[in-house]
């Protein structure tokens, strides 16, 4: 069935440093690769998309790029403060309209 | 303020009972997802209904059922609750007639269900 792997799990890092999250996805269809950041007591909040016919993403200090062939995408966010801790969720769903199949969740911790 | 409105917030109630969640999608989106989000685990896709039709099952169990009304809310029924169904209980929305929104979801803040 459909799937999307997520690591790591729980990852910390210096404010300043860059931090790093890893998908795969397992369903073909997929063009559309959202991710999440979620706060804790709130909603997953989108934070960038990027679609399948492109490579890379950038918004100011968050990118995502993405290999369809290898069916890899990841989450890149440079500078970190503390205020980028929290969970982010990758995902992966055929389009608008269709369901979204979520990664289990990267805990972000920036320390000060 | 997200656009997306679940109610109640918080929800305490015995095993054995029956519980509806509802939501409010954002204005103008015709797609209502729910999704169930255990103790430090990720987003479980349940149900996904579209301008009031089931679009997509996910793995939502038998005791758990959800419609969607033509006002386009949604809610999500939960009977013969179990401790294993606590849980916080989000919903999102998408699709909007707007279609420069884009296909990401706007979520609700959620519902804790708690079953003691």
């Known amino acids: 069935g459909e799937n999307v792997e997520q690591h790591p799990s729980t990852l910390s890092v210096q404010e300043g440093d860059s931090a790093v999250i890893k998908c795969t996805y397992s369903?073909?269809?997929?063009?559309?690769f959202p991710w999440y950041k979620q706060e804790l007591g709130k909603g997953p909040q989108l934070i960038i998309d990027i679609r399948s016919n492109v490579g890379e993403k950038k918004d100011q200090r968050i990118a995502v790029t993405l290999n369809k062939t290898a069916k890899h995408f990841s989450l890149h966010i440079t500078e970190t403060q503390p205020e980028d801790s929290a969970v982010y969720f990758c995902a992966a769903s055929r389009g608008g309209g269709f369901k979204t199949i979520f990664g289990a969740g990267t805990r972000l911790f920036v320390k000060a | 303020d997200s656009g997306v409105t679940q109610t109640p917030k918080h929800l305490i109630t015995a095993t054995g009972q029956r519980v509806t969640l509802r939501c409010s999608p954002r204005?103008?989106?015709?797609?209502v997802y729910w999704y169930q989000q255990s103790l430090d685990q990720g987003l479980q896709f349940l149900i996904q209904?579209?301008?009031?039709?089931?679009?997509a099952k996910g793995n939502i169990l038998e005791r758990f059922s959800a419609q969607q009304f033509p006002d386009l809310h949604s809610e999500l029924n939960l009977s013969s609750l179990e401790l294993g169904d606590s849980a916080l209980y989000f919903c999102a929305s998408s699709v909007n007639r707007d279609r420069a929104r884009g296909y990401g979801y706007t979520f609700g803040s959620g519902t804790r269900l708690t079953v003691v």
């Open positions: 204005s103008g989106d015709l797609s």
């Open positions: 369903d073909s269809a997929s063009n559309y």
């Open positions: 209904y579209y301008n009031g039709e089931e679009r």
